[in-house]
């Protein structure tokens, strides 16, 4: 509803005012009049006059209240129906974000369950390695040891033939030494004398 203008609006206020003014002062007037003019004013009883300018005094205010309560109600209306209308919206934003979070929710849930399954995987991958990298060390330090072993008897065995041999040519120098005569050892001694000679003529 269109709200009239102020001056516009304080014509029309002004105009019945006026018209009000003068039906209620007129019983008045007849009433001051004098006896004859008691009872009657312009020919028309008192109660008449009375009666119109009751009714008129009711137009007046109606039509001076009547659009101020209708524009009232018209933009109280209005505000109700935008805050209404503000409040859907809301409603309906609010709603969309909660979908939107329970959404993102369930897919936070499905991102978690499969980095801990990847986790899991990964884990045991990593425990298989650990376990076979574990198994092929056991194995290169047991053959190490294993070749350790084998190369110090070796050289033990090698040190007691040594030691062995060693020990049997002491022995037998000295039974040689013990079983020799001096006798004897003047016909080697001479007998290797005569082949050098042998051998420088």
Known sequence: MNTPSLRSRSGWLVTPAVIAFVLAAAPAAAAGAGPALTDTWFGLPRWVWATLNLIVFWGILLRLVLPLVR????????????ELELARRQRAEAEGMRDQLAR???????????????????????????LEQAAQDRDRIVQQTGEEITNRLSQAKIELVELTARLAAELAEEEVKRRITPED???????SLSRLREKVS
Do not use: P, V
Request: hydrophobic share 30%.
């Open 71 to 82: 524009n009232y109600l018209d933009t109280r209306g209005k505000s109700i129906r935008e």
């Open 104 to 130: 993102e929710l369930e897919q936070l849930k499905a991102e978690m369950a499969a980095a801990a399954a990847q986790s899991e995987e990964e884990g045991e991958r990593e425990r298989q390695r650990i």
């Open 185 to 191: 050892r003047r016909r080697i001694f001479e007998t």
